[in-house]
């Protein structure tokens, strides 16, 4: 793992989220829960309990049917800016930052690993049994209509014969990565902004099980190919409006 990592003054990241999936003989009851409550408030004053859904889809000949099943309660707790939240849920302990990021070698790793020592403490957590580390990139183009291969690597899969670069463009791709890890990339045009507007969400998941003592070492294995993968979508003309550093 020699890749060094290319950081930027003005990186796009609309949202980091890391969601840790426990390993619990049953899921933590609201009761529960309302235990960290108190442990979170210096840096976490704005707490609310909130109702987790899950949306069902049953597609049949000529027909299709949702519905929503209610999947326990959660805690959510913001800090007084509201950029920082940690969520606890009946099996899954969730850690987001909102712009501005600070970084990962800098703040949100240990932030994460903050958050999970303070949560392991009150419910002795068995083990892990998945890690999802997620970035969500919102990245303004500063001219209309987008020139593909100006700004990205990558772009709509269209013969080069068609004249024009579509304007509307969406993608969900599903990628095995070594060590066990999978990535899920979608990458599209936000549409209805007043401004051409990128969406490059990336998701890199670790699906074994993992021991306690692990968790920082898995937190930077999945960490790690969210840079290659970014980078890998960037020309050097897209690279500079984030300002390298």
């Known amino acids: 793992m020699s890749h060094r990592p290319q950081k930027y003054k003005n990186p796009p990241i609309q949202e980091a989220v890391c969601e840790i999936h426990l390993a619990l003989p049953n899921p933590l009851t609201p009761e529960e829960i309302s235990k960290i409550g108190p442990v979170w408030k210096a840096a976490y004053p704005n707490q609310q309990s909130v109702e ?11 027909s299709s049917k949702t519905s929503e099943e209610p999947a326990g309660r959660k805690l959510v707790a913001r800090s007084a800016d509201g950029r920082d939240i940690a969520q606890m849920a009946p099996l899954l302990l969730a850690v987001n930052r909102l712009p501005p990021y600070a970084g ?10 903050e958050r999970f020592g303070e949560a392991h403490s009150i419910f002795g957590f068995g083990g892990i049994s998945n890690v999802v580390l997620r970035y969500i990139n919102r990245i303004e183009l500063p001219e209309a209509p987008i020139v593909w291969d ?3 690597k990558a772009g709509p899969p269209l013969p ?3 004249d024009g670069d579509p304007q509307i463009f ?10 066990g890890m999978t990535a899920l990339i979608n990458f599209g045009v936000l549409q209805g902004a007043p401004i051409p507007i990128v969406m ?3 998701s890199v998941v670790f699906g074994a099980t993992v021991p306690i003592e692990d968790l920082r070492s898995t937190l ?17 003309s897209l690279r500079s409006i984030f300002h390298p550093i």
């Open 160 to 162: 080069k014969s068609l």
């Open 170 to 179: 969406q993608s969900h791709s599903q990628l095995q990565l070594s060590g």
């Open 150 to 152: 100006k700004w990205f």
């Open 200 to 202: 490059l969400d990336i």
């Open 220 to 236: 930077d294995k999945v960490h790690f190919p969210h840079n290659v993968l970014f980078e890998s979508y960037l020309t050097d």
């Open 104 to 113: 990962w070698d800098e703040s949100f790793r240990s932030t994460i690993i």
């Open 52 to 62: 987790e859904k899950v949306l069902r889809v049953e597609i049949a000949l000529g």
